[in-house]
Structures are given as C-alpha cells and as structure tokens.
C-alpha cells in the first residue's frame, strides 16, 4: 500500500513524518536507511513515525528513527512538528501531550505559530546519561582534538556539550564522529560544541548520534543550556543560536524540566513509492 509522508522541519532539522496512527508501520534499520538517503530516498534528518498513544494523557506516540536506522528516545524539534500536527486536527486545541519511549511531553501551539515542548527532566546522574563508569556528569574526563571536559547531559537522550571559545572554528566533521564513538558512551551520544556569545545567548553546533552534522538540535539546545547554568555560564533561560536558527530553552527551577520554544514548518508532502521500502536497499 503506497504511504503517504509530511517532509516537515524545525530550523531545517527535517523530518520525514509517517502516520502509522491506523495503519501500523514498522521499518527495519534497512529501510529508514534509505528512506532518509538523501539521493536514494526521500532524505531527513530522522524519520519520525506516528503511533496510537501507549500511556493515558497522551494524544500521539511518536517513535524516532536516526538516518543510520537507530532508535532515540527524544527528538526535540520533531516533538514541535509533531505537537503542531496533532494539534492542527483537534480543531483549536492548542494543549497536547506527546509520548515518546523517554516519556510523556505536554506541549503548547501559540497563536504565533511557535510551539513550547516540555522535555521533562535533564537527567544528570551518570547512569542516566548513560557513562560507561561513575563519573561526574560536569565535566567528564573525555576528548578529542581541541575538544575536552564536556558537561553531559540526558534529555530522554544522551549529549555531551563541549564549551569552546569558538564555536565556529571547531572542526566537527573530524570530532564529532570520533567523540559520538567514545567508549565513554555505551550508547554513543549526540555532541554539542557551544560558545557564550553574550549574557542570554549562546552559539551552539551539534553533531548528532546516527546523523552527523545538523542545522539544529531541540534535545541539543536543551542540553547546551542545562550545561551552561550548571557551569554557571548562563542564566536559567537563554536564546541558543544554531545554524538554522534560533531557540529558547528554559530550565524550570521549581521541578527541573527543560522548556523548548522555537517554530516549526511544513515543507512538502508525497507518496512514497511502493518500491522504496521492498526493494534492496543500498
Ligand atoms: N534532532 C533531534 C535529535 C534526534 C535524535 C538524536 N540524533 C539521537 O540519536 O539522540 C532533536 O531535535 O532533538
């Protein structure tokens, strides 16, 4: 049966978005390979795929599948495109909630357009991140190149934030591979190398786990400012600027969740040919 997909994105994190909600999906790593080949298939960023809610409260599950066929427990900017979605067919409803296999995530549309998610807890004990050994989660003894001492950091997936004076001149090609890889990682971990630019603010680049360099990263930038306030770099909410634009996060003092606001967009939206998914894949 042919499947039709929404191509949507988040500062040009982009995602193919499947609704599975009354026809099950299942895709094998093979599949969401070339799905999101850029050349062989239709190409994003990670595959997002729609399931009936598993928990009470919640209005969607949302299942998250990275370029390399691996599964994560949280995806940021795809959770705003998701809450938008879901949101546009309850017919001016503008609170939802979320479900991923981290959690439950309330979200709000506003009337702008911008949608807030709230990404629960940061999660910053060493077996959470998940560390291969008892380390302290503020500053790990790992690196690579010119990168060393991230604070890391779980937002229902595992990110290691480097603090650099220059953002722009590491070269994340080279370490970002190489430190997602670390044996530190027992799950290889998404990373993140940030700069504060100004008090409020804060140039952040990403390389993620299963993907490699994006133009922007929810989870990411919720990491980034959990690590800036812990180092005591930033106050509790800051503006954190990536490639494809602008977030705001929030670390909420009264019960420790991390709030995300930023816009979301519709690109396209097609048919995947029957042959995507059953022929071999490269
Ligand atoms: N783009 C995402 C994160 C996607 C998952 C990540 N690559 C992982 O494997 O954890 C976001 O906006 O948070």
Redesign the pocket.
């Known amino acids: 049966m042919a499947r039709r997909f929404l191509k949507m994105h988040?500062l040009g994190?982009d995602f193919v978005v499947l609704d599975a909600r009354d026809t099950p999906l299942s895709l094998t790593g093979a599949q969401a390979r070339v799905l999101a080949d850029r050349r062989f298939g239709v190409g994003c960023?990670?595959i997002i795929i729609l399931e009936p809610p598993q928990s009470a409260g919640a209005d969607v599950f949302m299942r998250?599948l990275?370029p390399d066929g691996?599964e994560?427990?949280?995806?940021?900017?795809?959770t705003r495109c998701v809450a938008s979605l879901v949101a546009a067919e309850g017919m001016g409803r503008d609170r939802l909630t979320v479900e991923t296999i981290s959690g439950l995530l309330p979200a709000v549309r506003h009337a702008d357009g911008l949608v807030t998610v709230d990404m629960g807890p940061a999660r910053l004990d060493w077996r959470q991140i998940p560390l291969a050994e008892p380390a302290d989660t503020l500053s790990l003894d790992v690196g690579a190149g010119p990168l060393s001492a991230p604070c890391a950091v779980n937002m229902g997936?595992?990110h290691a934030v480097f603090f650099v004076d220059d953002a722009e001149a590491v070269d994340l090609a080279s370490w970002g591979p190489r430190l997602e890889h670390h044996t530190a990682f027992p799950q290889r971990a998404?990373i993140e190398v940030a700069t504060v630019v100004a008090p409020g603010r804060v140039r952040m680049r990403v390389w993620?786990?299963?993907?490699g360099i994006?133009l922007?990263?929810?989870?990411?930038a919720c990491a980034t400012l959990v690590a800036a306030v812990r180092r005591g770099l930033t106050g509790r909410r800051a503006e954190i600027v990536m490639d494809g634009g602008v977030l705001t996060i929030e670390w909420r003092e009264s019960d420790g969740h991390v709030l995300m606001t930023g816009p979301v967009a519709t690109a396209f939206s097609g048919e995947l040919d029957e042959s995507l998914l059953s022929g071999p894949c490269p």
């Open positions: 988040g994190n960023d990670q998250i990275n691996s994560s427990g949280a995806c940021g900017n795809a997936n595992p998404n993620e786990r299963g993907a994006t922007a990263c929810g989870s990411g």
